[in-house]
């Protein structure tokens, strides 16, 4: 997954302050995980968020959404935001929105 140095640069900024939260390089871009837990990462022009499958469907009615398929074969709980579509506060309502699932999650073991 190739990753925009810039759009990474934003979802570092709109995720400061958080907790419990580590910057991972993943399948060549870079995630951003909650208590373990994969929640947001970043593409060449795109933003990934994980919101459950439960919150799969309200969430691509949002503007710039679409389901999240790298293989062919969509991910359930995965989605990608277009970048025009999650600035400033827009990106961090995004990373609330899929922090509402993750936190659900139990932590992973370290």
Request: include cysteine; charged fraction near 25%.
């Amino acid at each position: 997954m190739p990753h925009d140095p810039e759009l990474a640069d934003a979802m570092r900024a709109a995720l400061r302050g958080r907790r419990n939260i580590v910057e991972k390089k993943m399948f060549g871009g870079y995630c951003w995980l909650l208590r373990g837990h994969m929640l947001c990462g970043v593409e060449v022009g795109r933003y990934m968020f994980r919101v459950g499958p439960d919150q799969e469907s309200e969430a691509l009615t949002r503007p710039g959404s679409k389901p999240m398929d790298i293989t062919g074969r969509p991910m359930t709980g995965f989605i990608w935001v277009d970048a025009t579509r999650a600035e400033g506060a827009a990106l961090r309502d995004w990373i609330e929105y899929a922090a509402n699932y993750v936190r659900a999650l139990p932590a992973k073991a370290k």
